[in-house]
Nanobody
Framework: EVQFVESGGGLVQAGGSLRLSCAAS????????IGWFRQAPGKEREGVSC????????VYADSVKGRFTISSDNAKNTVYLQMNSLKPEDTAVYYC????????????????????WGQGTQVTVSS
């Protein structure tokens, strides 16, 4: 059974930092890419960042470049999202998700390509 355990969300003031964790089980971690997505109230879910568990390739959405850092610990089957310089517009439910890697396709894929999703963790940034 595939499971994600997301943690690290919470309430923080603007300019602060949070570190999200996504611990995965039930699939062969190194064959997958892990992405972070977020959904703010009244808005569509959007991609934040993605990392290949195979070669460590990384992509970021423009809105978080320079502020967020994604990393992976394959020994722990866990992906992290370090979020610095947080802004009120970063407020959202953050989800991790996974899809199986295919060398024919780029790392940044549409949401519908993801096979597994976590339950989400709330991040609230106050002004």
């Amino acid at each position: 059974e595939v499971q994600f355990v997301e943690s690290g969300g919470g309430l923080v003031q603007a300019g602060g930092s949070l570190r999200l964790s996504c611990a995965a089980s039930g699939f062969t971690f190194e064959y997958y890419a892990i992405g972070w997505f977020r959904q703010a109230p009244g808005k569509e879910r959007e991609g934040v960042s993605c990392i290949s568990s195979s070669d460590g390739s990384i992509v970021y959405a423009d809105s978080v470049k320079g502020r967020f850092t994604i990393s992976s610990d394959n020994a722990k089957n866990t992906v992290y999202l370090q979020m610095n310089s947080l802004k009120p517009e970063d407020t959202a439910v953050y989800y991790c998700a996974a899809y199986i890697l295919n060398p024919l396709f780029p790392l940044w894929l549409p949401q519908y390509e993801y096979d597994y999703w976590g339950q989400g963790t709330q991040v609230t940034v106050s002004s």
